[in-house]
C-alpha cells in the first residue's frame, strides 16, 4: 500500500477512494480554508500565547510547560537534547479563541462528524482539538490506534513529520494483545527482533507530511510520527456512522471496567446521541 498525496480532490472523490474503503491520504491543500494556514510559526505563538499551559508538566517543576517554553524547546532540540514529544495543547478547552483560525473545521471533507454535535460533548469520547508541537528527533513513544475507532485528521501546519503506518491485520507482528490492544510492545524506530522476531513481518509504511498538508487515517489504522524539524499541527478526530458500531464496542469494553451502572449509563447515552445523530442527518 502506498500512501497517496491528492489535491483538488472533491468530497464525493474523497468518500469514494478513501473514507469508504478505509484508505489513509494526504490532502496536499486541504487546509489552505483555514486562516491558520502559512500564519502558524513558533514565534506566531510565543507573541500571541505566551503563557498559555500545555498539557505536558515539566519533570523537574510538576508544573505545565508555557507556550514560550514549548516552543524554545522545539526549535532547540537535537539527538543530544531531545525535547520533550509530543508536547500538547486542548484549543478546544485552552485557546478556543484560535477556533476562529480553523474554520470550516471539517476542512470539506471531514464530514459528518457526529463529535462536532452538542450530543457528544458531554461523553469526553475524544473530540478535541489538539495542537502538537514537536522538535528534531521527536519520536511518539509507541505505535497505536486511535482509541474508540476514531479516525483521525492531522494538518500538518509548521515544519516536516516522518509517518509510519501499518496496514489493519498486524496486530500479531505489531504484538498488540488483548489486554493492550491499542499499543503496539514494539520499538518501530528501533526494533529488537530477539524479542519480537514476529516484527520481521510487518509491512510498514512511511511517508513524510509537510506544512500545508493533511493526513487522513481512517479507524482501525496502526500509526506513529516523528519530528524532522520543529514542527506544529492540528489534530482532530471523526466519528459517523462508519465508525460507530465499533466506537460503540469500545465504549462497553472501556466502561464496565470499571462500573457496570455506570458502563450501562455510558452505553445508553452513546447510542442515543448517535440515533439523534443519525437522525439529523436525514432530514
Known amino acids: 500500500m502506498e500512501i497517496q498525496r491528492k489535491s483538488n480532490l472533491s468530497y464525493q472523490e474523497f468518500m469514494d477512494e478513501h473514507h469508504n474503503p478505509g484508505i489513509p491520504v494526504i490532502l496536499t491543500d486541504a487546509s489552505q480554508v483555514w486562516k491558520a494556514n502559512g500564519l502558524f510559526t513558533p514565534d506566531w505563538f510565543r507573541e500571541n500565547y505566551p503563557e498559555k499551559e500545555s498539557d505536558v508538566l515539566n519533570k523537574e517543576t510538576g508544573k505545565p510547560y508555557q507556550m514560550k517554553e ?60 489538539e495542537l502538537f508541537v ?51 510492545e514494539v520499538n518501530v524506530f528501533n526494533p529488537d527482533l530477539e524479542k519480537h522476531p514476529e516484527f520481521k513481518h510487518a509491512t510498514p509504511i512511511s511517508f513524510k507530511v509537510s506544512a500545508g498538508e493533511t493526513l487522513y487515517i481512517p479507524f482501525g489504522i496502526w500509526h506513529t510520527a516523528h519530528s524532522l524539524s520543529p514542527t506544529i499541527s492540528v489534530a482532530f478526530d471523526q466519528l459517523n456512522s462508519k465508525n460507530f458500531p465499533l466506537f460503540m464496542n469500545d465504549v462497553w469494553n472501556f466502561k464496565k471496567e470499571g462500573s457496570k451502572v455506570k458502563a450501562v449509563a455510558a452505553y445508553l447515552y452513546a447510542l442515543a446521541s448517535g440515533m439523534g445523530c443519525r437522525l439529523r442527518e436525514n432530514i
Open 70 to 129: 514549548v516552543m524554545d524547546l522545539a526549535e532547540h532540540s537535537s539527538e543530544e537534547k531531545l525535547a520533550p514529544y509530543p508536547l500538547t495543547f486542548n484549543i478546544s478547552k485552552e485557546i478556543p479563541e484560535m477556533l476562529d483560525l480553523l474554520l470550516p473545521l471539517n476542512l470539506g471533507y471531514a464530514k459528518p462528524n457526529w463529535l462536532e454535535s452538542s450530543l457528544f460533548k458531554r461523553g469526553n469520547w475524544g473530540g478535541i482539538i
Open 134 to 184: 514537536g522538535g528534531p528527533g521527536g519520536k511518539f513513544p509507541y505505535v497505536h490506534k486511535d482509541y474508540y475507532h476514531l479516525s483521525a485528521w492531522i494538518n500538518q501546519l509548521y515544519g516536516e513529520k516522518m509517518f509510519t503506518v501499518f496496514p489493519r491485520g498486524q496486530e500479531k507482528f505489531l504484538y498488540a494483545t488483548e489486554k493492550n490492544q491499542w499499543r503496539s
